[in-house]
């Protein structure tokens, strides 16, 4: 993984920084930006070379995270977990409860259902919370001490900014990146398999 | 711009065609200049000097002067004055419903100059850009004179939607760009692919992407060509419909061979412009 910090730095020098990189043969990329326009242009010029890119927000900063295509990525969770075949699992939740008639069970149901997540072991690649899942996210969840070991391990959790924002919650999020509509559609594509709750 | 007669020269056409955009001929100009005298030597202002006052000559402009001062970046603009016709002054936005919209440029300068910095662009399509930022849009101007022009405007850093959004808004009437008519630098299309766009180009857009609808069809290099800042680009000209082709052939006959119909201006729908 060959990492450029390219913050501070004007179009098209993030570009070309990037280029160099690839120009010498680098398969894994982790760039850093500090601005919409360079994440862009970063982004494109990744994806004419045959880089696949998912982007994460992260405050006023992005990182650009690149593969070239037919790669397969070694991230730290994957590489920690001998069970994992490889697949990369992206759970979306998009309620803080499971199922449909009884909302304590389903609240109950929810909580147990983040506990057991583990055992899907290293193929859990992303867990991603949308609408009134960001609420599992935000200070006061039964889940967040789950959540917050999960991510110590690695497990990338991302969490709707738009959603957040709706529900006031921007300042009580306690876990996880705040996201946007783009970066979850990426991820979708790039999983092996997305499970909806 | 790394040359500084070219460079010179640039910001001369650049300066002179606020009033050409205007209807106007200029008449005389003064130099305005912000020179780190401590990291550059004078030569380079000289020569800078050399190609505005070469421009200014070649437009039949006088240079009776200016103004320098010591500067931590080097700055060169020119202050120019000209005369129209009071009843013949062209506005922004005078324009009306059913005009046919022509740029008289070939967009994508920010793209081909950040292609250039980057160290990406061919000598080729440098010298291509260099020679169409340092023309005067002077046969412009004079090819407008002789028909019924309602509205123009010069394109530069809002690029050509950001300006053309200017001349609707305000006017109570929307515009609709032909992308396929739209005359766009050779290589612009593939630079912007490979990211080698200007941060000008996406500040543009987000200010004006409330007002404008692209359908999906346009390339993404197209878009992107839209909003790209200009630097000394051609006019953008609002003509009655019936005069279009007249005033395109006096284009092309004095010189403006780029010149194309790009689009036309509707009355619906109101303060928007779609881009078919």
Redesign the interface.
């Known amino acids: 993984m060959q990492k450029i910090d390219a913050r501070g730095l004007a179009c098209p020098a993030p570009v070309l920084q990037t280029k160099a990189a690839i120009d010498e043969g680098a398969d894994l990329l982790a760039v850093l930006v500090d601005n919409k326009a360079s994440k862009e242009n970063v982004c494109r010029f990744l994806e004419t070379q045959g880089f696949e890119t998912i982007v994460e927000s992260w405050e006023t900063d992005f990182h650009v995270h690149a593969t070239r295509a037919g790669v397969v990525p070694r991230s730290a969770a994957e590489s920690l977990s001998p069970e994992s075949d490889g697949s990369k699992i992206m759970v979306m939740i998009t309620t803080d409860r499971m199922g449909f008639g009884d909302d304590a069970l389903g609240m109950k149901l929810m909580t147990n259902f983040i506990k057991t997540l583990k055992e899907m072991g290293a193929s859990l690649w992303r867990l991603v919370f949308v609408n009134n899942g960001v609420k599992l996210a935000a200070e006061g969840a039964a889940v967040l001490e789950d959540l917050k070991t999960y991510e110590a391990d690695g497990l990338k959790i991302l969490v709707c900014g738009t959603c957040l924002d709706h529900f006031n919650l921007l300042d009580q999020k306690r876990v996880g990146e705040t996201t946007n509509m783009l970066d979850i559609v990426t991820a979708m594509q790039l999983a092996d398999k997305v499970i909806n709750i | 711009m790394d040359d500084p007669y070219w460079f010179g020269q640039i910001a001369a056409a650049n300066a002179l065609s606020d009033v050409y955009a205007m209807g106007g001929v200029p008449k005389t100009a003064m130099n305005l200049v912000g020179f780190p005298l401590k990291h550059m030597d004078l030569a380079i202002l000289r020569r800078i000097l050399e190609g505005g006052l070469d421009k200014m000559t070649e437009a039949g402009v006088v240079v009776v002067g200016g103004h320098s001062v010591e500067d931590n970046e080097l700055k060169y603009g020119l202050s120019v004055t000209g005369f129209v016709h009071p009843d013949k002054v062209l506005r922004k936005r005078s324009l009306k419903a059913g005009d046919r919209l022509i740029l008289t440029k070939p967009i994508g300068t920010g793209i081909i100059n ?2 250039i ?4 662009a061919t000598p080729e399509i440098t010298q291509f850009v260099t020679r169409l930022m340092a023309a005067l849009n002077r046969s412009a101007a004079e090819a407008m004179a002789g028909h019924p022009v309602h509205a123009c405007t010069d394109v530069t850093g809002f690029g050509l939607l950001g300006h053309l959004a200017e001349m609707v808004v305000g006017a109570g009437l929307g515009a609709e760009i032909d992308s396929t008519s739209l005359p766009i630098i050779p290589h612009a299309l593939e630079y ?8 000008g ?3 543009n857009r987000e200010f004006r992407e409330t007002i404008v609808a692209i359908e999906p069809s346009v390339d993404r290099g197209v878009r992107d060509v839209l909003f790209d800042p200009q630097t000394s680009g051609g006019l953008l000209i609002s003509v009655q419909a019936d005069h279009a082709d007249a005033l395109l052939y006096d284009l092309h006959r004095k010189g403006a061979a780029d010149s194309a119909i790009i689009g036309r201006v509707v009355s619906e729908p109101f303060e928007q412009i779609r881009v078919i």
């Open positions: 950040t292609a910095k980057g160290g990406l912007a692919a490979m990211g080698l766009i200007p941060g180009a996406y500040k």
